[in-house]
């Protein structure tokens, strides 16, 4: 028979093995890529998983998107709209989209309905994220985007899907002209989409629109879980 003592010790360990597993696993996803996949190798469980996001596509009377250069994290110096993690606990996933926006760019808007999903690998970063993008309305239309994180974003601005379509193609070919000539990548600097709008991109070429806001009125009528 196993006594109180014995119990707890079994606890004890459940507990010790789950911190040193986190701890194992965030001090490895500091690391570069080859690193952190090689020590996920030998330790399975240290492997990260994926994380989800949701992003917020806004669109002004013009048609325009409200995007912004993303500073401070993996992808800095690249363009992409409002929007972030899920916290635990969150069920909702309308208000992630209006509370990160709020968070943001101080804009109250409302989340109308789930665009599409993106499957986002940051081979470099060695991130994975499952992207939820999320179509929101301004409550005011007249309202202004602010800089409400200064550290996390350096400007915010409406830009078309043409342009946005303009501005992947432009940094394809500055990436491939500098692999040409055996040169590393010049560091992005609000001229480069954010991966995740790339691949959403990337659906709308392969659903055939003629851009991004065709692609959101062909979806229109499509029902997703909240």
């Known amino acids: 028979m196993s006594s109180p003592n014995d119990t707890n010790d079994t606890n004890d360990a459940k507990d010790i093995k789950k911190i040193v597993e986190t701890l194992t ?10 690193v952190a996949l090689a020590a996920a190798e030998a330790i399975p ?3 990260p998983n994926p994380r989800v996001g949701v992003s917020a596509l806004i669109q002004n009377e013009k048609g325009e998107f409200l995007v912004g250069e993303r500073m401070g994290s993996h992808g800095a110096g690249t363009v992409q709209t409002p929007g972030g993690h899920i916290d635990f606990g969150e069920e909702q996933l309308y208000k992630v989209a209006e509370r990160e926006v709020m968070e943001e ?3 109250e808007v409302t989340a109308e309905r789930i665009l599409t999903i993106t499957n986002d ?3 470099d970063e060695a ?3 499952i992207t939820t993008w999320i179509i929101c309305t301004m409550k005011n239309p007249d309202a202004k985007p602010k800089r409400m994180e200064p550290k996390k974003c350096m400007w915010w601005a409406w830009k078309s899907s043409k342009e946005l379509a303009e501005m992947d193609k432009a ?5 491939a002209e500098k692999k040409a000539k055996g040169e590393e990548p010049d560091a992005p600097a609000g001229d480069e989409l954010f991966l995740p709008l790339v691949n959403l991109l990337k659906q709308s070429v392969a659903a055939e629109a003629t851009d991004l806001s065709s692609f959101i009125a062909s979806t229109v009528g499509l029902v997703h879980v909240k």
Do not use: C, E, Q, W
């Open 105 to 107: 760019t101080g804009l």
């Open 121 to 123: 690998v940051f081979n």
């Open 171 to 175: 940094a394809d070919i500055r990436k």
């Open 25 to 34: 696993t965030a001090i490895i996803s500091a690391f570069p890529r080859n």
């Open 127 to 129: 991130k994975h994220y």
């Open 45 to 47: 469980k240290a492997r």
